[in-house]
């Protein structure tokens, strides 16, 4: 990397840029080389990954042909990023929509449905349920007004798997398998490398 000791002056310069250079977003690896998220995949802003190199957080692994300027320096906007420290995984995962949404794979535990998804408290709040990882699943708006404040039993249903907290690991391995709709050709080594290989 060159030297940009000057980076003040350079990310000034840079940021105004062409709209366009915004198309350009840095694949994020840990330390390990892995993605820190496959979903939504980590993704950094070009001017986010220039100014991390600047500060020596990262190295640069793979870079666009596109380059940008400024009075006394040119840079290849970078495509895949390493941190030089590593981000340890949260030993537990949050509790939020996105994260409940991803660990059902973005589907109805009772029919499959994919459209018109809500949350479903199993044992209905009313009947003592609580709100959390083992009691709450995704569910499609139909089932969900089927089931109502009825037990499963009651409504003549059954979840297609049991609701539990995942762990961080399990919901990374859900995310790998929905792939990036804009998927760079320098990400793919570092998006799949440790998928089992065909025979």
Request: charged content about 25%; hydrophobic content about 30%.
């Given at each position: 990397m060159q030297d940009l000791s000057h980076h003040d002056d350079f990310r000034t310069h840079f940021v105004r840029e062409e709209a366009d250079l915004r198309r350009h977003p840095a694949l994020v690896l840990n330390a390990d080389y892995r993605p820190l998220s496959y979903y939504p995949l980590s993704l950094w802003p070009w001017q986010e990954a220039v100014k991390a190199a600047v500060m020596e957080r990262i190295s640069i692994v793979a870079e666009y042909d596109t380059v940008i300027h400024s009075p006394s320096r040119s840079i290849r906007i970078p495509s895949v990023v390493v941190l030089k420290d590593y981000v340890k995984p949260r030993k537990r995962v949050a509790f939020?929509?996105?994260?409940?949404?991803?660990?059902?794979?973005?589907?109805?535990?009772?029919?499959?449905?994919?459209?018109?998804?809500?949350?479903?408290?199993?044992?209905?709040?009313?009947?003592?349920?609580?709100?959390?990882?083992?009691?709450?699943?995704?569910?499609?708006?139909?089932?969900?007004?089927?089931?109502?404040?009825?037990?499963?039993?009651?409504?003549?249903?059954?979840?297609?798997?049991?609701?539990?907290?995942?762990?961080?690991?399990?919901?990374?391995?859900?995310?790998?398998?929905?792939?990036?709709?804009?998927?760079?050709?320098?990400?793919?080594?570092?998006?799949?490398?440790?998928?089992?290989?065909?025979a």
């Open positions: 939020t929509r996105f994260n409940l949404f991803l660990r059902d794979g973005f589907c109805c535990q009772y029919c499959g449905a994919t459209k018109d998804l809500t949350f479903d408290h199993v044992v209905p709040r009313m009947r003592g349920g609580k709100t959390s990882w083992t009691n709450v699943v995704a569910a499609c708006q139909s089932c969900n007004l089927h089931k109502g404040s009825r037990s499963l039993r009651q409504a003549g249903m059954q979840l297609m798997r049991p609701a539990r907290e995942p762990t961080t690991s399990e919901l990374q391995g859900v995310g790998r398998r929905f792939k990036p709709r804009a998927l760079h050709v320098t990400w793919q080594d570092y998006l799949y490398w440790d998928s089992e290989l065909e």
